[in-house]
């Protein structure tokens, strides 16, 4: 299952071996839910039918920040590797700039925490948000806390 921890920055994708698994469980995953109130009630496509279209067109963004200090050589040799497939497959790759990329993980730690607390405050009517007076029994705290918080 899934669980809301900071909505703004959550998103489910699938984990597969192939490009055809995911394209697949793209297809089932994609589209509105009715029990998800950050979901959108709009067209999903077939994720399968471009899965061999040619990438000549295609044009992919390759931001030179994410290949600074940390970056673990493998990775970016793998990085590398791959964005000379898609040239070979008629890709365009240019290298881009995205010069706050460094704000990204502060920001991270001020929306994570915050939406992680209102979301996961739902679970649990007594260490967040409103909590009922004079419960008679901890059924009683947990029923009226939720009920009139």
């Known amino acids: 299952g899934m669980i809301a921890y900071a909505s703004s920055l959550d998103q489910a994708g699938p984990m597969a071996r192939t490009a055809e698994d995911c394209a697949h469980l793209m297809n089932v995953i994609a589209g509105h839910d009715v029990r998800d ?5 709009r067209g999903v496509p077939d994720y399968t039918e471009t899965l061999n279209a040619p990438l000549s067109g295609l044009k992919i963004g390759l931001p030179k920040e994410y290949f600074g200090d940390g970056l673990d050589p493998e990775v970016e040799k793998a990085v590398r590797e791959a964005v000379k497939v898609y040239e ?5 790759v240019r290298e881009v700039s995205l010069p706050h990329t460094h704000y990204a993980i502060p920001a991270y730690y001020v929306i994570a925490p915050a939406e992680a607390s209102s979301n996961l405050s739902r679970y ?3 260490r967040f948000g409103h909590r009922c007076d004079s419960p008679v029994d901890l059924q009683d705290l947990y029923t009226r806390s939720r009920a009139e918080g």
Not at 37 to 41: G, H, I, L, W, Y
Not at 88 to 92: I, K, M, Q, V, Y
Request: charged share 10%; net charge negative; no cysteine.
């Open 88 to 92: 070979s497959l008629g890709a365009t």
């Open 124 to 126: 649990d009517g007594v």
């Open 37 to 41: 109130s950050t979901s959108v009630a």
